[in-house]
């Protein structure tokens, strides 16, 4: 029985002391809200995880330096249309500026404001927009807010993601908010404390930073380092979590309290990270692919994102083909050390492979699977205890039709 609830349009503003704003100062084209503040009325402690990609955007390297150097912070500045990223020191000098701008307007220290970006790359960020967008989230910062700061981050994405949960503890209800955008371009590999997914975390409970870093590395392993849409990795991946004390209930490490908090805090992740998956780019399939009775993890891992990943198997899938030839073609070419003549794989619990071969399940049963929304691709491999699960979509004609027309 789970200890907390998720609560009906829960947002980054549920937990106390939190408002948000989304609106539109003009990085869009289309004249769709691009721009989105958070905000907490007293110091919040926070913690983050960035992507690990080599091509760092600006917004990312300033935000590392902020979980490394600074106790609190009181606001994050959010656009989309311009990744910020690829653009020197320039585009570091306009993401400190953002900070400064958005300091300014909301009577803070600069240290205090983070800043995330997703769009296109290699494009500096037109100034005279972030400055507007400041101005116009900050005179519209609610605590009703949070829908439309969700709203403001999208991308590709068709819907925005929402979600809070409440929970009690010690006697004390308290609420964890969060949003997040993400569609394609997803396969996070999140480091701390180094998602293009982007994701803002608010509660109003009392926890430290270190804790805060704890609780969201784990968590990170279980949720957004588990998905993949298409296999590319962003440079703009940003998962920041702030926590501002104002329900009155301290966490504190190392007690049932906090393990309490971190699950209900995995199970605001999970919940995002299924939702980006959901709506990938193009998607119309929702594929779980887990291995199980691996000789180490590492290989059940292996085995799990090649056949996530494979571009053949993606397109099956999409097909409402069964095609079981190319999921141990994928399982084959991942590195990982296994004996193919003990392999089992099922679709939902049909047996498609039985000891490397053919299960001799009749074909039209499987088609029936491989055609449903959401389907589990169950591999045993029969070689020791690990498992390891991914969760991951289809690939159709409409995401290379978004993907080939993105640029321009």
């Known amino acids: 029985m789970t200890h907390y609830k998720f609560l009906d349009h829960g947002s980054v503003t549920t937990p106390r002391g939190f408002r948000a704003a ?164 997803i396969d996070p590999a999140l480091k701390v404390p180094h998602a293009t997914m982007l994701c803002y975390i608010t509660t109003d409970a009392k926890i430290d930073n270190t804790l805060l870093r704890e609780m969201i590395a784990a968590n990170a392993e279980e949720s957004f380092n588990r998905i993949t849409v298409d296999g590319d990795m962003s440079t703009n991946d940003t998962v920041i979590i702030m926590a501002n004390g104002l329900s009155g209930a301290e966490i504190r490490g190392g007690t049932p309290q906090a393990e309490r908090f971190r699950e209900a805090l995995l199970a605001v992740m999970q919940r995002l990270a299924r939702e980006m998956v959901m709506d990938g780019e193009g998607a119309t399939k929702f594929v779980t692919v887990k291995v199980v009775h691996a000789e180490s993890k590492q290989d059940a891992r292996l085995c799990a994102e090649a056949v996530a990943n494979s571009l053949l198997c993606k397109t099956a899938w999409y097909g409402g083909d069964p095609n079981w030839g190319r999921v141990v073609a994928a399982l084959g070419y991942s590195g990982a050390a296994f004996n193919p003549d003990h392999t089992n794989i099922y679709y939902d619990g049909k047996p498609v492979v039985l000891q490397g071969g053919d299960a001799g399940t009749p074909e039209e049963e499987l088609s029936g699977i491989v055609a449903q929304r959401e389907f589990t691709v169950l591999i045993d491999l029969a070689d020791g205890a690990a498992e390891y699960w991914v969760w991951t979509c289809d690939v159709s004609h409409e995401y290379v039709k978004i993907n080939a027309d993105y640029h321009t």
């Open 22 to 185: 989304g609106v539109t100062a003009g990085f869009k084209r289309n004249g769709a809200p691009d721009f989105a503040m958070i905000e907490s009325e007293v110091p919040a402690n926070f913690a983050g995880a960035f992507t690990s990609c080599t091509f760092a955007a600006a917004p990312v390297q300033l935000c590392r330096r902020r979980v490394l150097s600074e106790e609190f912070i009181r606001a994050a500045v959010i656009n989309s249309g311009n990744a910020n990223a690829c653009t020197g020191p320039t585009g570091l000098a306009n993401a400190e500026a953002t900070c400064v701008l958005a300091a300014n307007r909301l009577g803070i220290r600069p240290e205090e404001v983070v800043v995330s970006s997703t769009g296109r790359i290699g494009v500096q960020m037109p100034m005279e927009t972030v400055k507007k967008g400041i101005e116009l989230a900050a005179d519209a910062l609610s605590s009703e807010g949070g829908a439309e700061a969700a709203r403001a981050i999208m991308t590709t994405d068709t819907v925005p993601k929402s979600v809070a949960v409440e929970l009690e503890i010690d006697g004390i209800v308290l609420s964890i908010g969060a949003m997040t955008k993400g569609a394609g371009m």
